[in-house]
C-alpha cells in the first residue's frame, strides 16, 4: 500500500490543493494512524497553536507555515520536526518528513471520513 501511494502522489499533484490557503487544513481534526494502530489527531487551529492526541491523551504545540519550503515546521514540545506537502484536498493530507520521503504522514480529515474502516474497503 505504501508503494502504491509513493508512486500515485506525483500525478495526483496538479490536483492538490495547496497550504497557502490555510482554511484548507485549519480547524479540522486530522487523524493519522501509526504502524502500532495508535490514533493520531492533530487540530492545526488560527492562532498557530497545535491540539495533538495520541489515542486521546493531549498535548499542546505550534505550528508555522514556510511557504518558501512548501512545508509545515511543527513544535511538538518535546522536538520540533518539518514536514513537506504532498497532497491536500478536503479529506486527505499527505505529508513527508524533511529527510524521509519512504514514509509519508497520510493524515485523514475524520470530519469528511468519519468511518477510517472504510479506508480498507
Known sequence: MLQYIKNLLPKLQQLSSSLD????FVDKPWIYIDEKGDKHTYIFQ?????????????????????????SLLIDRGSDKILLK????????????????????WMLIDEKEIPDLTQLGN
Open 85 to 104: 506537502h504532498a497532497f491536500l484536498d478536503k479529506a486527505v493530507m499527505v505529508l513527508q518528513t524533511d529527510n524521509n520521503f519512504d514514509k509519508p
Open 21 to 24: 490557503h490555510q482554511a484548507n
Open 46 to 70: 488560527k492562532d498557530r497553536s497545535l491540539i495533538m492526541s495520541l489515542n486521546g491523551s493531549v498535548q499542546m504545540g505550534n505550528w508555522k507555515y514556510i511557504p518558501n519550503a512548501g
